[in-house]
């Protein structure tokens, strides 16, 4: 079961800064907070991840709160192409991902 | 570099038929994984796979499902004598080494049961 919690969806404009914000309130010190998305009729793409620092990429930030226990996707400038539905996994040591029902992004131009 | 490769992209069968679901691995990578989404819900994990071995298969079906990773050849999902509850969209990753590694999705086969 997903330990993860999400808003069902969000709605944002093009060009705009998006921030996507995620609950995981059972991390323990060694998971890792991933984040993937799943545009329509697509496999999932992995967006980013993080442990306890903020991190970056070419696609996102990821801020993660001091107690761990949230952590927000950000996209900087969202454009038509970010539509989507979002899922953030809390990762332990483990190879499984487990999926919620993720946060449906929409990009109003 | 091509990604994960998956096929058929969609598969239409009858009750009671076979569906063989194939996937080829990103090049450079040893482990697969098959997940399962059915209509309007997440994805769940169903099995993790390297050559040769099954690994975990704790998300499988106990009947008609199985999976196998060859020595040489893409990894296949079978499912036996299918049923309509079958129809769903089945998602195969793939990653290196390291626990951590990102894994990277296909783009899946649509499966039809009529």
């Known amino acids: 079961d997903a330990k993860t919690t999400q808003p069902n969806s969000m709605e944002s404009n093009e060009e705009e800064p998006v921030h996507l914000p995620c609950n995981h309130s059972t991390i323990s010190g060694t998971d890792y907070i991933h984040w993937y998305r799943q545009l329509p009729s697509q496999g999932p793409e992995y967006v980013i991840h993080?442990?306890?620092s903020n991190v970056n990429n070419r696609m996102a930030s990821l801020a993660i709160a001091e107690d761990r226990k949230s952590s927000t996707l950000i996209l900087h400038r969202a454009t038509l192409r970010d539509a989507a539905v979002y899922y953030c996994?809390?990762?332990?040591?483990?190879?499984?991902?487990?999926f919620g029902k993720g946060t449906l992004l929409t990009v109003n131009p | 570099n091509a990604g994960v490769m998956q096929n058929p992209r969609h598969l239409v069968r009858r009750r009671g038929q076979e569906a063989r679901l194939r996937c080829s691995p990103m090049k450079g990578h040893s482990h697969v994984y098959w997940y399962r989404q059915l209509p309007e819900e997440g994805l769940k994990f169903m099995v993790y796979?390297?050559?040769?071995?099954?690994?975990?298969e704790s998300g499988m079906p106990k009947e008609r499902f199985s999976a196998e990773f060859p020595k040489e050849g893409p990894s296949i999902l079978r499912i036996q004598q299918v049923v309509r509850g079958d129809s769903a969209a089945y998602f195969c990753a793939s990653s290196g080494l390291g626990v951590y590694n990102e894994q990277f999705f296909g783009p899946g086969t649509r499966l039809t049961v009529l």
């Open positions: 993080g442990l306890t």
């Open positions: 996994i809390q990762r332990g040591s483990n190879y499984k991902l487990t």
């Open positions: 796979l390297q050559k040769e071995n099954i690994i975990d």
